[in-house]
C-alpha cells in the first residue's frame, strides 16, 4: 500500500514553454500533498504543501505564480512550471502525507527529471 | 530557522563493515523519521522515532532517538552492497507536530564489494 505515482518521469522543454506534472496517490486518499525539489546529490527542498481544495502554501522563496500548484481531489495534486528557464532544471518529488494511513510519514513518487533547453 | 544536520556527507565503507549515521536538530522534534534514496531513485520512508531514547531495529539496521529529541543515529551492521545510498533524516518542520518535513542533508554509503 502507500504508492505515489508521478508522471512523466522524465520531460525536456524549451525556455519560455509550460510543464505540468501530476502526482496520484493510487490507493489511499492523500490529505496533503508534498512538492520538492532536489539537485544533483544534494537534499531535498521543499516548495509548497497542497492541501485537497484549498489554495497551496509555498516555502519562502519559491515564486507562486511560476510553480502553480492544483489539488483538486484528493489523489491527485499537479505542479506546473510555467515560463521554464534552464535555471528549473531539476528533480522535482511529489510526497503524499495523511494521518489516516500510519502517522506524519510521507510516501514519495518517483520523481520528475525536468530539462529545460 | 530550524536546522536538521546530518554527519558525516559521505561514508564509504568495504562490504561487511559497519556504518553509522547522526543527526541533529536545533530544536526538539516531536518525531525523527529516516529516509533512504537509493542513486537514481526517490526517498523511501524507512522508520519513525516519537519516544525519547527509542530504540528500534530493521534487521542490520537500529534506528536510535535521543533523550532530549534532537538527535537521532542510525546504525548499520555488517554493510552489504544493498544498503548503498543516501540516508536522510527528516524531522516536523518547526519542531512541532505537523505534516511538513525538513530534511538534513544525508549521508551518501557507498560499499565496496
Known amino acids: 500500500g502507500a504508492v505515489v505515482s508521478q508522471h512523466p518521469s522524465r520531460v525536456i522543454c524549451k525556455s519560455g514553454t509550460s510543464v505540468k506534472i501530476e502526482c496520484r496517490s493510487l490507493?489511499?486518499?492523500?490529505?496533503?500533498m508534498f512538492w520538492y525539489r532536489q539537485f544533483p546529490k544534494k537534499s531535498l527542498m521543499l516548495m509548497a504543501t497542497s492541501n485537497e481544495g484549498s489554495k497551496a502554501t509555498y516555502e519562502q522563496g519559491v515564486e507562486k505564480d511560476k510553480f502553480l500548484i492544483n489539488h483538486a481531489s484528493l489523489t491527485l495534486s499537479t505542479l506546473t512550471v510555467t515560463s521554464a528557464h534552464p535555471e528549473d532544471s531539476s528533480f522535482y518529488i511529489c510526497?503524499?502525507?495523511?494521518?489516516?494511513?500510519?502517522?506524519?510519514?510521507?510516501?514519495f513518487g518517483p520523481g520528475t527529471r525536468l530539462t529545460v533547453t | 530557522g530550524q536546522q536538521v544536520m546530518q554527519i558525516p556527507q559521505y561514508q564509504h565503507v568495504q562490504e561487511g563493515e559497519d556504518f553509522t549515521t547522526y543527526c541533529n536538530s536545533s530544536?526538539?522534534?516531536?518525531?525523527i523519521q529516516w529516509y533512504k534514496q537509493r542513486p537514481g531513485g526517490h526517498p523511501v520512508f524507512l522508520i519513525q522515532l516519537v519516544k525519547s531514547g527509542e530504540v528500534k531495529k530493521q534487521k542490520r539496521l537500529t534506528f536510535q532517538f535521543g533523550e532530549a529529541k534532537k538527535n537521532s543515529s542510525l546504525h548499520i551492521t555488517a554493510t552489504q552492497t544493498t544498503d548503498v545510498g543516501t540516508y536522510f533524516c527528516a524531522g516536523p518542520k518547526g519542531g512541532g507536530s505537523n505534516y511538513k518535513l525538513t530534511f538534513g542533508k544525508g549521508t551518501l554509503l557507498t560499499v565496496n564489494p
Open positions: 510526497s503524499a502525507s495523511t494521518r489516516d494511513l500510519r502517522g506524519d510519514e510521507q510516501y
Open positions: 490507493d489511499f486518499q492523500a490529505t496533503t
Open positions: 530544536t526538539t522534534l516531536s518525531n
